[in-house]
């Protein structure tokens, strides 16, 4: 359960943007989580929705866009799209791929009170 | 009544709300990650080639670690033990003469990059060759978290069961060597090798792999060798 610390990192990222636009508040926050991040989508939100108390991000909505795997295969020359959490490729089912996306946990962007 | 600003309910009035949309793709761990770097960095500039070792809590980081100084007595070895609660660890490895941190997260189920850095500066780093880290014990969180590592290894034990792999895929997708461990014990538990690798290279098809027996010392042999090798390189590459 380590999406509490993950959201004290968000919120710090907030207070930033914040302060660099000297906005009064953040309305809404749209963060892409990979499935393959280590995150858990509903976990995040819970804490989200517990740790904004207080923060610039108060009243702001967090928006999540999920971000499938996506696995190249060396032998089938393809990039794939899938939701199982392997490497296995979908078309050959062989295991010469790479995993190329739906890693990462990004604030895409937000959407602030100036 | 407006809920703007509280006014009587009938007053209608617009509230003027502007709102700027700003577009950022930023890593949220953003921090975490220069700080790792930083750590990574630091680590090289006193050629220090260092581990993250995570498992499961009892698969036997610290017996490992334990037998490990033992027999690769060639390099100077330091530990960053990771817990929530107590120095235990630590004292087991100090007992074999080992310098060793001992870093408590007080509840938190992982080490992250700021937490290694505080036990960098603990340990003689001029002194070593070796550091390992070990994680607090814990399949899940610290898979998230860069440490600073230039390797890191996951390390599985028999009792725990070869489906492990599938089913906390982000671990052993970031380790790039799987160690299965208590392998004495595989003639009373349903695990089977070939089924665990498998499941492994499902999720991490170049990854590793390694299996020994701490307390037999069946596989010590090739664990150190793999690690003459990797600090070798490293030492290497830094030239």
Redesign the interface.
């Known amino acids: 359960m380590h999406e509490f610390s993950i959201v004290q990192n968000l919120l710090e990222l907030l207070e930033e943007e914040v302060e660099k636009h000297k906005a009064k508040r953040v309305c809404r926050v749209e963060v892409l989580v990979g499935l393959l991040s280590g995150v858990e989508p509903h976990l995040l939100e819970l804490a989200f929705e517990t740790f904004k108390e207080g923060t610039v991000a108060e009243k702001a909505e967090l928006v999540l866009q999920i971000e499938k795997l996506k696995i190249f295969c060396e032998d089938c020359g393809k990039e794939f799209e899938k939701e199982e959490l392997n490497a296995l490729c979908p078309s050959c089912g062989g295991l010469n791929t790479r995993i190329v996306g739906g890693q990462e946990l990004l604030l895409k962007s937000v959407e602030l009170e100036v | 009544m407006c809920k703007e600003c509280g006014c009587a309910d009938g007053h209608r009035h617009m509230h003027k709300?502007?709102?700027?949309?700003?577009?950022?793709?930023?890593?949220?761990?953003?921090?975490?990650d220069l700080q790792a770097q930083e750590n990574r960095e630091h680590f090289e500039e006193h050629g220090v080639f260092a581990i993250n070792l995570m498992s499961s809590p009892g698969a036997g980081k610290t017996t490992l670690l334990e037998r490990t100084v033992e027999l690769l007595n060639e390099f100077k070895i330091g530990v960053i033990e990771g817990d929530l609660e107590t120095e235990i660890d630590a004292q087991r490895l100090r007992a074999k003469g080992v310098p060793a941190c001992q870093i408590t997260t007080g509840g938190?189920?992982?080490l992250?990059a700021f937490m290694v850095h505080e036990g960098i500066h603990e340990l003689p780093m001029e002194e070593l060759d070796l550091v390992f880290i070990e994680n607090v014990g814990n399949l899940?969180?610290p898979?998230?978290?860069d440490v600073g590592a230039h390797l890191n290894v996951v390390l599985l034990s028999v009792v725990e069961g070869d489906d492990k792999p599938?089913k906390y895929?982000?671990?052993f997708?970031q380790a790039q060597l799987l160690v299965i461990t208590k392998i004495d014990l595989l003639p009373y538990v349903d695990f089977s090798v070939e089924r665990a690798v498998r499941s492994a290279?499902?999720?991490?098809?170049s990854i590793d792999v390694i299996r020994l027996s701490a307390k037999t010392g069946e596989g010590l042999e090739e664990w150190v060798e793999y690690l003459r090798f990797k600090v070798r390189s490293f030492k290497r590459s830094l030239i």
């Open positions: 709300e502007e709102t700027k949309e700003v577009s950022l793709f930023k890593k949220v761990l953003e921090k975490n938190a189920c992982h992250d899940v969180c898979a998230s978290y599938e895929p982000v671990m997708r290279r499902k999720v991490n098809p």
